[in-house]
T-cell receptor, first 114, second 116 residues
Framework: AQSVTQPDIHITVSEGASLELRCNYSYGATPYLFWYVQSPGQGLQLLLKYFSGDTLVQGIKGFEAEFKRSQSSFNLRKPSVHWSDAAEYFCAVGARSNDYKLSFGAGTTVTVRA | DADVTQTPRNRITKTGKRIMLECSQTKGHDRMYWYRQDPGLGLRLIYYSFDVKDINKGEISDGYSVSRQAQAKFSLSLESAIPNQTALYFC???????????????FGPGTRLTVL
């Protein structure tokens, strides 16, 4: 069965500093990987996705993520954080063998300090 | 207008009451999903439907039922609500996956349910 681990429950970062959120998945074949963001009181918005091809993917709001098969990871990065990036971030994995249903990590809450 | 809408957005109810959460979408997608979100647990799949005649249980379906009234509508019911069903509920939709690509899911704004 597929599963997703987000090791960091909460991260605090200063505005303008870089941010990296970790995501590890468990699945035998190549998974479909997603990062979603949930701002307070809002639904989930897709930041970026990886299906195949270039392992470094660009998303919205200046985010990027890198798929590393050898490490079973799909970490999310942003070079310079803005106060509006304070939110909860979810990594998700889907697979053809599981009818493409998504399994979500527990989420990482990001706090941005001035 | 939002592509995926949920009603109500907030609901407080009492133990033992029947409650229905509704989801509508204008994206034309065949696939629809219901999740619940609890702090520290992420999103967990309750039920999913790949078309009007296809409904499947997710990982935590006990205590819930669903109805797919049309391609655009997917309702979640709690027949007899209990306090541990207090959570944030999300509806999502996706298109049928194509070869070589997965399927992105599009989420509604959520319904915050409190069971007293």
């Amino acid at each position: 069965a597929q599963s997703v681990t987000q090791p960091d429950i909460h991260i605090t970062v200063s505005e303008g500093a870089s941010l990296e959120l970790r995501c590890n998945y468990s699945y035998g074949a190549t998974p479909y990987l997603f990062w979603y963001v949930q701002s307070p009181g809002q639904g989930l918005q897709l930041l970026l996705k990886y299906f195949s091809g270039d392992t470094l993917v660009q998303g919205i709001k200046g985010f990027e993520a890198e798929f590393k098969r050898s490490q079973s990871s799909f970490n999310l990065r942003k070079p310079s954080v803005h106060w509006s990036d304070a939110a909860e971030y979810f990594c998700a994995v889907g697979a053809r063998s599981n009818d493409y249903k998504l399994s979500f990590g527990a989420g990482t809450t990001v706090t941005v300090r001035a | 207008d939002a592509d995926v809408t949920q009603t109500p957005r907030n609901r407080i109810t009492k133990t033992g009451k029947r409650i229905m959460l509704e989801c509508s979408q204008t994206k034309g997608h065949d696939r629809m999903y219901w999740y619940r979100q609890d702090p520290g647990l992420g999103l967990r799949l309750i039920y999913y439907s790949f078309d009007v005649k296809d409904i499947n249980k997710g990982e935590i379906s006990d205590g819930y039922s669903v109805s797919r009234q049309a391609q655009a509508k997917f309702s979640l019911s709690l027949e007899s609500a209990i306090p541990n069903q207090t959570a944030l509920y999300f509806c999502a939709t996706s298109d049928v996956p194509t070869a070589g690509a997965g399927n992105e899911q599009f989420f509604g704004p959520g319904t915050r349910l409190t069971v007293l």
